[in-house]
C-alpha cells in the first residue's frame, strides 16, 4: 500500500491525493519531496507493468532534486506552487538528459540538450520530473501504441485503450502514479485520454501556453501551429489551474511587450443563473453517442439544474460536420508537413488521382497547398465568429468527447479501417473524435470534467467549453460544475 501522510487532520493516499494537497505537505513538513518520490517509484513498480504508462525514467536527477527541494524548504526556500512535487511528462516534449522519442522509433536514441520551455516553467516551479509518459508515434493517434515502448492499457480495464495521444500521461494520474501531468492537445489528445481515464485535463485557448519544444514538430524547433496546444492532465480542476498558472505566458522573445491579464473568476460562488448550453443531441448524422455515455451527460446536465444553472438545448454556431471538415482542412496540412520525405511524396501522388472516396479525404489533406490551408483558415475565422456570437446568449457549452467510454485495444489494423461499435453502429475510427476535433479546431480552451461511470464501471467525460481566452473564469465555472454535480475523482478500481 502506498504511504499514507496528515495534513491539516487529513489523511493522505498518494495514489488519491491532489498536486494541491501533496504540495502543500510537501512544504508544511508533513511528507519529504524525496519520501513522495520514492513511495510513487515504489507505486510504480507494483501496478506500472501492467499499464506501460510510464516508459522512460529519471531517478537518480529525481532523487537529487527532491533532496535539494527539501533542503530548500529548511532555508525557508520555495521555488513556486510545484515545490518538490514529483511528476511525470508526455514523452512529446524535450527533456534535456532525458530521453524523448516521441514515440518514434527514428528518435529512439534522442536526448535534448535542453528543455522544452513549459517542462522548463515546471521545474522553475519546484517540479521534480521523474519520468515520461508513453504516447503514440509522433502523438497521432487516439490509442496510444508505439515500436519503441509499445501498449499502454487503461488502469479501469487494461483489455482497453487508454486514449490518445495523452494515453500515457492520463493512464498514470488515475493509476496514482504521478499527481500531475503535461500533455499536447491539436485533435483531442487532452481530452480523449482524460475521458477514458476518468481524469481532469485542461486544452487551454490557442497561444497562451508555449508549445516549444513538442515533437512533433521536428527536434528544435521553435515553429508555433496552428490549433495545438499544451496543457495539464490533473486530478482535480484546482490542479489544472495551478498547472495552467505555471505554464501559460510568453515566448521569450515576446515576453516586452506580452502579457496575460485573463478574468479570474473569482467572483463566482456557485452556478446558479449560469447560462449553460447542452449541444449532446447534435451531430448524430455524423456520429451517434452511446446510450450509456448520454445517460452520463444527461444527468450531469440534471445535476447543474438541480443546482441552480439556466441549462437550455441548443445547436451549435457551427453544425458538427462542418467543424469536423474545417479541423480537417486546417490541421491535417500541419501533420502532414512533418511527415518523412518518402511518405509525404506517397501522399502527394495519392491526391492527384481522380478517386472521390471519402476515406482519402484525411491523406490528401495533408499535402493540401497554402491556396486550399488559407481557404479553410479564411472559413474557420467565420465560424469562430459564430462560436463567438453564440457565447453572447450562453456562458459555457457542454459537450460529448466520445461516443463511447474506452474501447478494447484495436491496434492491429491500419487507421483508417478500424471501426467502432457505437451501441451496434459501425464508425469510422476518424469520425469518433469529430466533437473534439471540431471544436479544437476553434481555438477554444476546454476543460474536460469526470461525470460518472458507465454500467461496465468505465469513466466518461463531458467537454466544457468557454470563449476565448476565458481560461481562468473557464476553470473556475468548471470548479464549481465539479464541486455542485461532478463524481469527483475516484481512482480505478484496485487503484
Known amino acids: 500500500m502506498p504511504e499514507r501522510c496528515t495534513v491539516r487532520g487529513v ?20 511528507i519529504s519531496s524525496r519520501e513522495l518520490l520514492e513511495d510513487l517509484l515504489a507505486r510504480a513498480d507494483l501496478v506500472n507493468p501492467a499499464l506501460n504508462a510510464i516508459v522512460a525514467w529519471d531517478v537518480e536527477r529525481a532523487r537529487a532534486a527532491a533532496s535539494a527541494a527539501d533542503e530548500a524548504i529548511t532555508r525557508g526556500q520555495l521555488a513556486g506552487s510545484l515545490h518538490g512535487l514529483p511528476m511525470t511528462v508526455k514523452d512529446v516534449w524535450e527533456t534535456e538528459g532525458l530521453v524523448t522519442t516521441s514515440g518514434a522509433t527514428e528518435l529512439a536514441a534522442y536526448i535534448p540538450a535542453s528543455d522544452a520551455l513549459g517542462v522548463a516553467r515546471l521545474r522553475r516551479a519546484g517540479a521534480v520530473i521523474f519520468g515520461k509518459t508513453n504516447t503514440p508515434a509522433y502523438a497521432g493517434d487516439w490509442q496510444t501504441y508505439n515500436d519503441v515502448y509499445g501498449r499502454t492499457s487503461n488502469p479501469w480495464d487494461v483489455s482497453r485503450t487508454a486514449g490518445g495521444s495523452s494515453g500515457g500521461a492520463a493512464a498514470a494520474v488515475a493509476a496514482g502514479l504521478t499527481p500531475l501531468e503535461f500533455g499536447s492537445d491539436i485533435g ?28 512533433p514538430g521536428p527536434p528544435g524547433s521553435l515553429l508555433t501551429v496552428d490549433v495545438g496546444v499544451a496543457g495539464p492532465i490533473a486530478r482535480s480542476v484546482r490542479d489544472l489551474r495551478i498547472a495552467f498558472g505555471v505554464l501559460a505566458g510568453p515566448l521569450p522573445e515576446d515576453a516586452p511587450g506580452w502579457r496575460l ?26 456520429v451517434p453517442i452511446a446510450h450509456d455515455v448520454r445517460m452520463l451527460l444527461d444527468g450531469f446536465a440534471a445535476r447543474l439544474s438541480a443546482a441552480g444553472a439556466v441549462v437550455k438545448e441548443a445547436r451549435l454556431p457551427v453544425p458538427l460536420a462542418d467543424g469536423l471538415r474545417t479541423w480537417r482542412d486546417v490541421t491535417m496540412p500541419i501533420l502532414g508537413a512533418g511527415l518523412p520525405d518518402d511518405v509525404f ?11 472521390d472516396d471519402p476515406t482519402l479525404a484525411m491523406e490528401r489533406a495533408m499535402v493540401s497547398r497554402y491556396r486550399d490551408v488559407q481557404t479553410a483558415t479564411n472559413l474557420r475565422q ?21 461516443p463511447v467510454a474506452a474501447f478494447p485495444h ?4 491500419p487507421f483508417d479501417e478500424r471501426m467502432l461499435d457505437v451501441d451496434g453502429v459501425a464508425v469510422r475510427h476518424p469520425l469518433a473524435a469529430a466533437w473534439v476535433c471540431a471544436i479544437g479546431v476553434m481555438l477554444l480552451p ?7 461511470l458507465t454500467g461496465a464501471g468505465l469513466p466518461a467525460g463531458v467537454q466544457v467549453v468557454g470563449p476565448f481566452l476565458s481560461d481562468l473564469w473557464l476553470l473556475r465555472v468548471a470548479e464549481l460544475m465539479d464541486a455542485a454535480a461532478g463524481p469527483g475523482f475516484s481512482p480505478p478500481s484496485g487503484g
Open 345 to 355: 511524396a506517397g501522399l502527394a501522388r495519392l491526391a492527384d488521382e481522380p478517386d
Open 410 to 413: 484495436d491496434t492491429e489494423r
Open 261 to 286: 491579464d485573463l478574468d479570474p473568476g473569482s467572483e463566482l460562488t456557485n452556478v446558479a443563473g449560469l447560462r449553460v448550453a447542452i449541444v449532446f443531441g447534435e451531430g448524430a448524422e455524423v
Open 382 to 402: 467565420r465560424q469562430r465568429v459564430a462560436w463567438a456570437e453564440f457565447f453572447g446568449n450562453y456562458d459555457v457549452v457542454l459537450a460529448p468527447v466520445m
Open 446 to 452: 476546454v476543460v474536460t470534467l469526470p461525470v460518472g
Open 188 to 215: 483531442g489528445s487532452i481530452r480523449v485520454p482524460s475521458h477514458f481515464n476518468g481524469v481532469y485535463g485542461l486544452k487551454p485557448s490557442w497561444g497562451v501556453v508555449p508549445v516549444r519544444g513538442h515533437i
Open 11 to 30: 489523511t493522505l493516499d498518494i495514489a488519491t491525493a491532489t498536486a494541491a494537497q501533496l504540495a502543500r505537505a510537501i512544504r508544511q513538513k508533513q
